[in-house]
């Protein structure tokens, strides 16, 4: 029953699976192990509550089990709780410094936490042990960015690229970074790339127009943000930056009008911003 419950989470079939690693643990319930499968089964089947349920019955059936205990603080983690991921990892470092996952799982949870110095230590190791993971290295330069090291995020962003040259998260964060660096005409061009590798991306376009705002370009920029809200007229950040832009043309009326309209889908809103990623 074991072989075909992976058998079926391999072809896709998730709630499949863990429906028979239930029937499993049912049958044997001081097994450890499909406890942890199961627990696996259900975080891939969309069911995070459950999967916290199974990963920790593992847990303490196999309390030394480095193993589940990685796996425990995955669904931890996926299920909002990082906190929790990292104290379930805690003690275990020393035993874990080779374990990919082990160190993403940490690296995701600190920078939830707002660690993020710590968070950037852990995705260098995931690094160092797997150069061709991608998203740990984009989300290592989202760090950087939050720390200010915005030379370190655009050198990350940039060997990001080299490995995957359509990767458009990459190519925004790339954009933003160079921003705050004062280089304009990269920045823009790096958004650029980013909106026609995902021009469903209004976020990627709002941050576009901002950028063209900084670099004195404000017609263009409100073009990019009438025609984010021709698309979505629903998005706060676009009427919020529009807003922004028709000040600075003086053109007042028709600020307060956008104003307004940020205001009417996003009250909260007090200032308008580049929205990031």
């Given at each position: 029953m074991l072989r075909r419950a992976a058998a079926l989470q391999a072809a896709g079939d998730a709630p499949g699976a863990a429906a028979l690693y239930r029937q499993v643990v049912a049958a044997e319930p001081r097994d450890a192990v499909a406890w942890a499968l199961c627990g696996g089964a259900l975080l891939a089947a969309g069911d995070g509550a459950a999967a916290v349920d199974a990963l920790e019955t593992a847990a303490m059936l196999a309390p030394q089990d480095d193993d589940i205990a990685v796996e425990y603080a995955i669904v931890l983690q996926a299920a909002g709780r990082p906190a929790d991921a990292v104290d379930v990892l805690a003690g275990r470092d020393a035993r874990l410094q080779d374990s990919e996952r082990a160190q993403a799982v940490q690296a995701d949870a600190l920078a939830a936490l707002g660690r993020v110095e710590d968070a950037?230590?852990?995705?260098?190791?995931?690094?160092?042990?797997?150069?061709?993971?991608?998203?740990?290295?984009?989300?290592?330069?989202?760090?950087?960015?939050?720390?200010?090291?915005?030379?370190?995020?655009?050198?990350?962003?940039?060997?990001?690229?080299?490995?995957?040259?359509?990767?458009?998260?990459?190519?925004?964060?790339?954009?933003?970074?160079?921003?705050?660096?004062?280089?304009?005409?990269?920045?823009?061009?790096?958004?650029?790339?980013?909106?026609?590798?995902?021009?469903?991306?209004?976020?990627?376009?709002?941050?576009?127009?901002?950028?063209?705002?900084k670099d004195d370009r404000v017609a263009e920029a409100i073009v990019c943000f009438e025609k984010i809200i021709a698309g979505n007229p629903q998005y706060a950040d676009a009427w919020g930056n529009l807003c922004n832009a028709r000040q600075e043309q003086r053109r007042l009326d028709d600020a307060l009008a956008a104003h307004d309209r940020a205001v009417s889908l996003a009250p909260a809103m007090r200032k308008f911003t580049g929205t990031g990623r």
């Open positions: 950037v230590a852990h995705y260098q190791r995931v690094l160092a042990l797997a150069p061709a993971n991608n998203a740990a290295r984009i989300t290592l330069g989202v760090c950087q960015q939050r720390l200010d090291d915005f030379p370190a995020a655009v050198a990350t962003y940039r060997a990001a690229l080299d490995l995957d040259p359509d990767a458009d998260d990459a190519w925004s964060n790339l954009g933003l970074a160079l921003a705050a660096l004062g280089q304009m005409t990269p920045a823009v061009e790096a958004l650029k790339k980013a909106a026609a590798l995902n021009p469903g991306d209004a976020a990627t376009r709002c941050n576009l127009g901002t950028v063209l705002q």
